[in-house]
């Protein structure tokens, strides 16, 4: 195994034991959570399913489309319009 693939497979590890210790999950919750997003929104996923506010996998693919279209819509500056902060 190559130097990049083994570095890449230990920061997955760490990234499952982060999200196990954080968030008391298994490995079968963090699996389902993957399916509806692997990328930026997976913590957000495992924080409201163990607020049970989502049910996996039952709302996984209605969550993976509204994800997907809310990352869509974040890119474009014209539907948030005037944000004052």
Do not use: C
């Amino acid at each position: 195994m190559s130097h990049f693939y083994s570095k890449l497979l230990k920061t997955a590890r760490r990234k499952d034991e982060l999200l196990r210790s954080r968030y008391s999950v298994t490995d079968q919750e963090i699996n389902l959570a993957e399916q509806v997003d692997n990328d930026k929104f997976l913590e957000w996923v495992l924080k409201n399913y163990k607020k049970k506010l989502i049910q996996l996998p039952e709302d996984g693919a209605r969550l993976r489309d509204q994800l997907a279209w809310f990352s869509r819509m974040k890119k474009r500056p014209q539907i948030w319009g005037r944000l004052v902060y």
